[in-house]
T-cell receptor, first 115, second 110 residues
Framework: GAGVSQTPSNKVTEKGKYVELRCDPI?????LYWYRQSLGQGPEFLIY????????DSGLPNDRFFAVRPEGSVSTLKIQRTERGDSAVYLC?????????????FGPGTRLTVL | DQQVKQNSPSLSVQEGRISILNCDYT??????FLWYKKYPAEGPTFLIS?????DKNEDGRFTVFLNKSAKHLSLHIVPSQPGDSAVYFC?????????FGTGTSLTVIP
């Protein structure tokens, strides 16, 4: 498919465990965003990549959260020592470049449940 | 601190009539506004946008209005169709960051 894909679609883990969430952006898109959407809320910005570098990581809630994009394509969001409050849908979006305003393409999200 | 608010969690409209979804914001630094549509188990899909230097943008059945003095924007859908039933999010942009509202669930009744 040509769209943004995210794996896994669902992840259930226990409190204190480590998880990795993967995002495959649309080929050629240089900008990549991670969001977190809690129940009844809108997407909340976490981090923005332009190419390989994190251009803005001010939305990451604490140092348990980290994201990488080593080759400027696939990105992985990593959460250490998960807590029940981390349970949410994690959305990834990509855009062709620049600020990507109006041209973000979202993936279906990964639903993370921390027991 | 919610910088973008959608105060109506749900809206029901008869097919063929106009749907009006509202959004308020607090940050005067926002320079771009967008509306997204979301179906269950899918990511949001971009619908329409407007720059802060404009007050109206139209695309087919969808029109977005921006009132900067009131810090308010709205999405008009006319005529509404059953396939428009979804959750609609407004978003505002400053710098590289997108701020989303909490969404309004629109139901178009056939």
């Amino acid at each position: 498919g040509a769209g943004v894909s995210q794996t896994p679609s669902n992840k259930v883990t226990e409190k204190g465990k480590y998880v990795e969430l993967r995002c495959d952006p649309i080929s050629g898109h240089t900008a990549l965003y991670w969001y977190r959407q809690s129940l009844g809320q809108g997407p909340e910005f976490l981090i923005y990549f332009q190419g390989t570098g994190a251009a803005d990581d001010s939305g990451l809630p604490n140092d348990r959260f980290f994201a990488v994009r080593p080759e400027g394509s696939v990105s992985t969001l990593k959460i250490q020592r998960t807590e029940r409050g981390d349970s949410a849908v994690y959305l990834c979006a990509s855009s062709p470049g620049g600020r990507g305003v109006g041209t973000q393409y979202f993936g279906p999200g990964t639903r993370l449940t921390v027991l | 601190d919610q910088q973008v608010k959608q105060n109506s969690p749900s809206l029901s409209v008869q097919e063929g009539r106009i749907s009006i979804l509202n959004c308020d914001y607090t940050n005067s630094m926002f320079d771009y506004f967008l509306w997204y549509k979301k179906y269950p188990a899918e990511g949001p899909t971009f619908l329409i946008s407007i720059s802060s230097i404009k007050d109206k943008n139209e695309d087919g059945r969808f029109t977005v209005f921006l009132n900067k003095s009131a810090k308010h924007l709205s999405l008009h859908i006319v005529p509404s169709q059953p396939g428009d039933s979804a959750v609609y999010f407004c978003a505002a942009v400053t710098g590289n960051q997108f701020y989303f509202g909490t969404g309004t669930s629109l139901t178009v009744i056939p």
